[in-house]
């Protein structure tokens, strides 16, 4: 670097520069949020959504499985699971873990009464809602 | 050492490479489920072992950024330390906080572990890398705020060099944005809209201070090139990396049900990521070659030099891979996420920690450098664990291609486990790998109890 260019020119780049951009960055989320409602299916959310996201969180499902494509990708993509295998499907699965097949990787039985699976349901139901710009490109996740 | 009050450091460097160790152990377990599936089931399932593996990281990673400062902040203020029996209280509460909550996940369920801990009172566990219970949080936040007065005050007394400023910046940086990690809507894209504030706005956003102003002080050290030229070097690096990482955190907002506008801002700014890495391995290249002085401790300079290729490599190459909206319409969340994520955290954060500590270990023990042979150990490590890593990540890579083929791209897309099946190959190879890189972290940890001759050469 030349001399022309300072070591003070440098640091009130840096400053300048944060500021600025995260000042956009906070203009941005202010954005974001006014525009969230027409794509965060919010007026969906219910209480058996809201008890439903907490067994998702106090099960940990997040440590082998993604939702939106975040989390773990040890297991298939939860977000849109309501839409490929419908909740009965999701319910039964649920009970019948763990498959104990050999070699096989194995899910355990988090031993979930009827009303937490039907809440969890209602909150996999709520995330496949959630206008995600058409991703996952496929129903497989 | 030039200030008694650096040694307090000294267990914290040694803490961070023991949760090192077990962070590999929990990675090599993880790595084998991926193949055999039942392993350690029903003991310590898949999300458990993952938990610790990627908690342990954080934690070591912490403690190894705090133990840095407690050595650099008193050598560039040219003072004792504000308070060394606060930081000494501060490593012992961290630590069984952090080996409580490791205890914890492994032998309580997740769910009576949330049951105990304060989780119905405010719900924050459940998130991944923010799986911690609510009273370890806020044991994190007290740590975090009395260990940052503490090296605050041990600046405001001393010199202010633009190294500690940038490095105060970054560990301040830290702890503010942990704060959102208690902010956990129910609506779900609220809840991970804010909980990138932590999670990216640490690694790409004022992690990479702390890593500047860490590398730039070894730098000055062991080239003996001038500082206000390496100051200023590190003013552009972490100009760079703000401008770019702070909207750059919009490539984390194309596909979690926000607005679509996130996808130009994301892929321009991100696309735009690697230059302030590329950056910081020409500052560091340069730095080396107009060196003023041949520093005796060779292996600090090797990971110096380790950390600017691996960062640019991990975070700026295999980040712009799937940076991008339309490739990572189909890459968000795959295996290449995974190779990603791997490389990125070993190249930028591990090494840089791991070069401080090679930097500050021989002299917290009394020499300038380690023997020569204990040294020639230390850079058998270096290349086992960096080219372990770079087949990790290439094995990654190659089973992310796969499956982003297999499950998205391809006209009649497979389930996920029937892709999972199809990969396998690379997921052994990838866990080979990872047997490697574990031999090389115990080459590492054997170099500090080589002894030979004291006195190096080419001294």
């Known amino acids: 670097m030349s001399g022309t260019f300072t070591k003070a020119m440098a640091r009130n780049i840096f400053y300048g520069g944060t500021v600025f951009f995260f000042l956009l960055f906070l203009a941005l ?12 299916n919010r007026h969906n959310i219910t209480p058996a959504v809201a008890a439903g996201k907490h067994i998702w969180e106090t099960r940990n499902c997040l440590g082998c499985h993604t939702m939106l494509g975040e989390g773990a990708y040890y297991a298939p993509e939860l977000g849109n699971v309501y839409t490929r295998r419908g909740p009965e499907f999701i319910k039964a699965w649920m009970m019948s873990q763990p498959t104990g097949a050999p070699g096989r990787r194995q899910m355990p039985n988090f031993n979930l009464s009827d009303e937490d699976l039907n809440n969890l349901v209602e909150f996999l ?15 497989e996740g | 050492m030039k200030y008694q009050s650096q040694a307090v450091a000294m267990p914290y460097f040694i803490a961070a490479i023991g949760l090192f160790v077990g962070q590999i152990v929990f990675g090599l377990i993880l790595g084998l489920q991926y193949v055999v599936g039942d392993f350690l089931f029903p003991e310590i399932p898949f999300n458990v072992a993952r938990m610790v593996h990627t908690n342990l990281l954080i934690v070591w990673l912490l403690f190894g950024f705090m133990g840095a400062a407690y050595y650099l902040v008193p050598e560039e203020s040219e003072t004792e330390l504000f308070s060394p029996k606060l930081a000494l209280l501060m490593f012992w509460v961290f630590l069984v906080a952090g080996a409580l909550t490791i205890v914890g996940y492994l032998t309580v369920d997740y769910a009576t572990l949330a049951q105990y801990t304060g989780n119905d009172i405010l719900a924050t566990m459940g998130r991944e890398f923010l799986e911690q219970p609510l009273i370890t949080k806020i044991g994190i936040v007290v740590v975090a705020l009395v260990f940052l007065f503490n090296v605050t005050m041990t600046v ?15 560990l301040w940086g830290l702890a503010v944005f942990f704060l959102f990690s208690f902010y956990n809507p129910t609506n779900l894209v609220l809840d991970k809209y804010y909980w990138w504030w932590v999670v990216h706005l640490w690694v790409e956003g004022v992690w990479e201070l702390i890593m500047a102003a860490l590398l730039a002080f070894v730098l000055i050290k062991v080239t003996g090139v001038d500082r206000e030229v390496i100051e200023k070097w590190l003013y552009v690096i972490i100009a760079l990396a703000l401008v770019t990482g702070i ?3 919009g490539h984390h907002y194309y596909w979690i049900g926000t607005p679509q506008y996130w996808q130009w801002w994301g892929s321009i700014f991100s696309a735009l990521e690697p230059i302030p890495f590329f950056a910081m391995t020409v500052f560091a290249f340069n730095m080396v070659n107009r060196r003023r002085r041949e520093h005796p401790n060779k292996a600090a300079v090797l990971w110096a030099l380790g950390t600017g290729v691996m960062a640019f490599l991990g ?14 319409y189909y890459t968000h969340g795959s295996q290449i996420t995974a190779a990603h994520g791997h490389m990125a955290f070993y190249g930028a954060y591990v090494m840089v920690v791991i070069t401080i500590i090679s930097y500050a270990m021989p002299i917290l023990r009394g020499r300038a450098c380690n023997s020569p042979k204990a040294q020639v150990l230390e850079m058998w490590a270096f290349w086992l664990m960096t080219i372990a890593m770079v087949f990790i990540t290439l ?34 190879m990838r866990e080979w790998s990872g047997v490697v890189f574990f031999i090389g972290l115990l080459a590492y940890v054997a170099s500090f109890f080589v002894k030979g001759e004291e006195k190096a050469t080419g001294a």
């Open chain 2, 156 to 170: 405001l007394k001393g010199r202010k060099t633009a190294i500690n400023v940038v490095l105060l910046l970054g």
């Open chain 2, 395 to 428: 094995f990654l890579t190659a089973a992310g291609i796969l499956q982003v083929w297999l499950q998205r791209v391809s006209d009649s897309p497979m389930p996920f486990m029937a892709v999972q099946d199809q990969v396998s190959l690379f997921y052994w």
């Open chain 2, 315 to 328: 975070a700026g190459v295999w980040g712009f891979l799937h940076t991008l909206a339309p490739v990572n």
């Open chain 1, 125 to 139: 139901k709520y995330t496949s809602e959630i206008n995600t710009q058409n991703w996952p490109p496929n129903i």
């Open chain 1, 29 to 40: 989320t202010f954005d974001t949020t006014k525009a969230l409602p027409k794509t965060d």
């Open chain 2, 247 to 249: 909207i750059g955190t």
